[in-house]
């Protein structure tokens, strides 16, 4: 599994791809004491604001794409890779993924939740209610999604009832 979110933190660290690109398009108030991105103050800059987060996509996109590419080529090229799950929040509202090399990915499952659900579990995980509007609010729809997806996972029930449903995807993408 290819974590697209964590490549897209590791293109905005310190000498990644995409640093000073999103440095200069956002100027030094983004900075942390260290000098470098600070995702807290880059999140409050763009999330609620389209244009802002168009600007942040329109650097860090292609560098991710760019660094999806490097590591999809590494692992093909080690022959014994057949399904390779790329991990990204963004699918609809974007081109992550869609790798001119053709490597991109070639099914999608959209796992969601109902924003009654969505809502708790992001203030759960530090967000305030604003805030957690604000990002949902920048997201695809669940149709938007849905009209994309080759399967759709709910996740509204325990972990376990989700395990069971991926791996019931699963089965049917490995015919296993």
């Known amino acids: 599994m290819l974590d697209v979110d964590a490549i897209g933190r590791q293109v905005l660290a310190p000498g990644g791809r995409a640093e000073q690109g999103v ?3 956002f100027g030094p108030g983004i900075l942390g004491e260290d000098g470098h991105i600070d995702r807290g103050k880059v999140a409050a800059e763009v999330f609620g604001r389209p244009d802002r987060l168009a600007a942040l996509e329109a650097v ?3 560098a991710i794409n760019a660094e999806l590419d490097v590591q999809l080529r590494g692992l093909a090229d080690g022959g014994e ?8 929040a963004v699918l609809t509202e974007s ?7 053709g490597r991109g990915y070639t099914q999608v499952v959209v796992v969601e939740a109902p924003e009654a659900v969505r809502l708790p579990r992001l ?5 305030t209610e ?3 509007q604000a990002r949902m609010a920048s997201q695809a729809t669940d149709a938007q999604r849905r009209a994309i997806a080759d399967h759709v ?15 019931q995807v699963w089965a049917e993408l490995t015919g296993g």
């Open 153 to 167: 996972i709910v996740n509204d029930g325990t972990p376990k009832e989700l395990a069971a449903a991926v791996d």
């Open 123 to 127: 203030i759960e995980r530090g967000l």
């Open 81 to 88: 890779v057949q399904v390779v799950v790329l991990d990204m």
């Open 130 to 132: 604003e805030q957690a």
């Open 60 to 62: 860090s996109h292609p």
């Open 23 to 25: 440095i200069d398009a």
């Open 95 to 101: 081109r992550l993924g869609q790798l001119e090399s």
